[in-house]
Structure formats: structure tokens, C-alpha cells
């Protein structure tokens, strides 16, 4: 892309609506705009930005086995009636009369559909088990909708169901969302840890609820430091094996980490004291497990084996995809702007055109831009006619993780500069080899070393 043709509204001053540094930097970035009280136009860098966390999202769904599907995000108000929550949801839902007097609703949540999906169609337990899911928008009327994209009324979520024949069955249907969420959160460059959680409105046995560490964040955590030591990694795991899973989640909670809601003084009193720690977290992201609460209310049932009728045993799975970029934000940035890890920059590398106009500069920028394009990478061109600073400035606002500076000195010495955002560092060399490095970096990162580089990071707030 080239900057001269793109839509790249960036604010020069600081928004003053905006409390914290994500939406402040969203804002500046020219990444989104508020049309009412939490409800947002994604422009087009901040929708690339999202639509790169959905594919990680859908990558890391297909790898678990689930199966991607898209429900509507106006429901009728009936089957919220079968299940009970249409009057107990209360205020937070948007409740909508369509032109014949009926009631529907805007989903905040999808248990009540799935589950009249499933149950008009899946009769055996030969079918299952069976996990389904869909990233869409929800509303929810929250009364304080602040912190941008963080807590928003509109808002995108990934929602996934399981149905499963026994509890067992369900359980490892728990753990294998726990293993890919683990995996989706580290290859957007997030550390989320998983904390026993309290279950509130969906009623549940089982929770767990994944929390990233940032000042910023709206829940109080407790837990054992050792759990920010572990990382997930590049293992390759049979997600259909029950035991993998299973010690998967026991490496990950079995060490105190709880939100504030379950936290429990006493237990936390055995973790030895100079590894408690009490933080603030973003909560990204939610599993259940709640047995036969939906299907027994909705006859949500399948033929066992012996013959007879049981209802299945669910569990629900959620991630805040657009709360994700506020998160990430937070746990990635500095005072000149946002730093966004490899996986989910929405351009690969910046090109900066010291001397528009110049003929050898243009040129070269020109090739570079055709060289990253060639290999399937999509540079961001800063072609205005604009000052060094100001391209740089714009470059650290909306964070690319790779800037390409390229000005008629460095070019008679056959060099162009290649600096990190993350570091600042800075290294002269031959566009060719520029190119290569960018090249190797995301290659790298495929195949699943990026894991590696964030462990490397000493940047605070990566824990
Ligand atoms: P919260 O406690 O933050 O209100 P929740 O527990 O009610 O969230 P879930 O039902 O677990 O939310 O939804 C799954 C995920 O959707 C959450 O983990 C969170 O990341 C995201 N999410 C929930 N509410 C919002 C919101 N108002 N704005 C943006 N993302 C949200
Ligand atoms: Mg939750």
C-alpha cells in the first residue's frame, strides 16, 4: 500500500475522550471512530488488525477440530423464553419488536441458538462429539461502555459450542479449548493466562478465563509468578488425545492464578511469598462448562449407545476479538506509539522515502516495494511529500514492527537502513539483504518462532 493512496486518518493531538493508552492510540492511529457510547467504525488499518486476529482465531478453531459456522445477530425472543434468560439477562440486553409486535433481541450471546440447531438436527450419539463456532458481533447494553474497543456495548466475539455424549467427553472438550486458546493468544504475541473463574450469568461448573497482565485492566488478579514463566510454544499436540490435553491443563492451572471472584486467601497464603502477586488483567477470553443446563431446558437430546435419551453435555468458549487489540496495545507500546507483534501488524514493514523526488530514492523504494510484494508480504510505502520526521513519527504511531529508511546518502553507499520498533536499533545494509531479513523474520515466525523472540522480549509489560 502506499501512504499517498490510503485512508490513514492519524490525530496529531491527544483525544480527549480517551482514558487509557489503547484507545488512545486507536484513536490517534486513525484506527477507529466512535459513531455512539461504545459502538465503533473499524477504518481500514484497525480492520486489517482485526481481520488478522480473526484468522489467527479461525487458524488455531480448524486446527482443534471445530467447525466454523456464522449465526444471525437478530434473534427471536421465543427460544430465549425455553431457556429462561430472556427475563433473567436483564438490562444488558437490547431488546428489539420487529413490525408484527414480536419481540427479538440482538445477541449478546449464543447458547440458546446453537443448542436449536443442534437439537433439530443431531439425534445420535454417532455424531458426537461436535463443537461449532462463529465469529460474530454482539451487543450488550453495558451500562459503562469505556476503554474503546475494550469494553464496548458492540463488540466482536468468537463464540464456540461443544456437545458432547458424557461429562467426560465435555471435559475434554474444555481442555482442548484451553490448549488452541493458548495458541491463539501467544501467536498474537500475548502472554493470557488462564485463572479459575467465577461462571456468573452462563451457570457453569467448570471456568477458566484468560487474562492479560496490564495496569489498565478492569479485573483484580492473585496468582503464583511461576505461571508467567510458561509458554505454549511450537508443540505439536494430538488434540484428539484426551491425556495430551489433559496434562496441557494441568501444566497450565494447576498453580494458584484466580481472579478476584474466586480468589481465596488461604491457598494463596501456600504459594511461597516472594512469588505472590496481586495485578490488574484484561480478560480476552472465557471457557465453560455447564453440563446439561441448555439442553435439558431445551431438549437438547441424543440416542446413547444403550438406546435411551440423554441430554448433552455442553460447555461454551468465548474470545474478545476486538477487545484483543485494545489488549494487545496495552501490553505493546511506547510513548511514541503502538508496537504490534509480527502476527498481527496489519503491513509487514514500512518503506520511508527520505527525498520524495529524487529519482534514485524513488527508484529504490519502488523496487523494495516490489521485492516485499513479490514474496507475499505487503509493505506500507510512505510516498507523501512529506519531512523525515513526520514520516517517522507516523511510522512509531501505527507501530509496523520493521521500517525500511531509504535517502539519497545511504543509496551512494549501495545502503538502506532496517530498524526494529520494538528495539529502535537500527542497521545499515543492501536493500537485497533488507528485504531477506524481512523475508526470514516472518518466515520465522510460521513456523512457530515468534514464541522464541517473545520470550526474548524485555519489554515490561510482556511480564
Ligand atoms: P466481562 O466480564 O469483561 O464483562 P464477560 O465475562 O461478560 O466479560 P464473556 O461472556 O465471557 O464476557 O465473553 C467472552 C469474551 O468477550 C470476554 O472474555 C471478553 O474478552 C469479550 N467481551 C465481553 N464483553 C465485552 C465488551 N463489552 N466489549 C468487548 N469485549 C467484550
Ligand atoms: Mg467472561
Known amino acids: 500500500m502506499r501512504l499517498s493512496r490510503y485512508f490513514l486518518p492519524v490525530l496529531k493531538e491527544n483525544p480527549s475522550e480517551a482514558q487509557i493508552v489503547s484507545h488512545r492510540l486507536m484513536l490517534r ?125 458492540e463488540f466482536l466475539m468468537k463464540d464456540g459450542y461443544n456437545f458432547d455424549l458424557t461429562k467426560e467427553d465435555a471435559l475434554h472438550a474444555y481442555n482442548r479449548h484451553l490448549v488452541s486458546y493458548l495458541r491463539t493468544y501467544e501467536r498474537m504475541g500475548l502472554r493470557a493466562i488462564p485463572m479459575r473463574a467465577d461462571s456468573g450469568p452462563i451457570g457453569g461448573d467448570d471456568t477458566h478465563e484468560f487474562l492479560v497482565l496490564a495496569d489498565t485492566g478492569e479485573s483484580e488478579v492473585f496468582y503464583d509468578s511461576a505461571v508467567t514463566d510458561l509458554t505454549f510454544g511450537d508443540r505439536e499436540i494430538d488434540y484428539d488425545s484426551v491425556e495430551q490435553c489433559a496434562a496441557i491443563m494441568e501444566e497450565f492451572t494447576s498453580k494458584y492464578a484466580r481472579t478476584d471472584e474466586t480468589h481465596d486467601e488461604a491457598l494463596f497464603g501456600e504459594v511461597p511469598e516472594e512469588r505472590r502477586r496481586t495485578a490488574r488483567g484484561i480478560e480476552v477470553g472465557q471457557i465453560f462448562y455447564f453440563g446439561t443446563k441448555y439442553s435439558e431446558a431445551m431438549g437438547a437430546t441424543v440416542q446413547g449407545p444403550d438406546g435411551k435419551n440423554v441430554p448433552v453435555h455442553m460447555g461454551s468458549h468465548g474470545i474478545g476479538v476486538s477487545r484483543l487489540l485494545g489488549a494487545i496495545i496495552e501490553a505493546s507500546h511506547d510513548d511514541n506509539g503502538i508496537i504490534w507483534p509480527e502476527g498481527v501488524t496489519p503491513f509487514h514493514a514500512g518503506i520511508v522515502n527520505l527525498k520524495q523526488g529524487d529519482a534514485e530514492a524513488d527508484a529504490a523504494c519502488e523496487a523494495l516495494y516490489a521485492s516485499l510484494t513479490a514474496l507475499g508480504l505487503e509493505p506500507l510505502y510512505d510516498d507523501r511529500n512529506e519531512r523525515a520526521g513526520g514520516k517517522f513519527a507516523t511510522m512509531d504511531l501505527i507501530g509496523l514492527p520493521w521500517r525500511i529508511t531509504v535517502g539519497p546518502r545511504g543509496l551512494k553507499n549501495g545502503v538502506v537502513e532496517l530498524t526494529s520498533r520494538r528495539t529502535g536499533e537500527s542497521e545499515e545494509m543492501p536493500p537485497e539483504q533488507a528485504v531477506e531479513r524481512i523475508r526470514d523474520i516472518y518466515a520465522g515466525h510460521k513456523h512457530g518462532q515468534h514464541v522464541e523472540m517473545m520470550a526474548n522480549r524485555s519489554f515490561h509489560t510482556y511480564i
Open 29 to 153: 492511529a486513525g484506527m477507529i471512530k466512535q459513531s455512539s457510547a461504545g459502538i465503533y467504525s473499524w477504518l481500514p488499518l484497525g480492520f486489517k488488525v482485526l481481520r488478522k486476529i480473526e484468522n489467527i482465531v479461525h487458524e488455531e478453531q480448524a486446527r482443534a477440530g471445530h467447525h466454523a459456522m456464522l449465526m444471525p445477530t437478530i434473534q427471536s425472543a421465543d427460544l430465549w423464553r425455553e431457556s429462561g434468560r430472556y427475563d433473567a439477562y436483564g438490562e444488558e440486553m437490547l431488546r428489539i419488536k420487529d413490525r408484527g409486535g414480536r419481540d427479538m433481541l440482538f445477541t449478546p450471546t449464543a447458547e440458546e441458538l446453537i443448542t436449536d440447531i443442534f437439537r433439530a438436527h443431531v439425534s445420535s450419539y454417532k455424531d458426537l462429539p461436535l463443537t461449532m463456532y462463529q465469529i460474530q458481533w454482539k451487543f450488550r447494553d453495558e451500562i459503562r461502555p469505556r476503554f474503546g474497543v475494550m469494553r464496548g456495548r
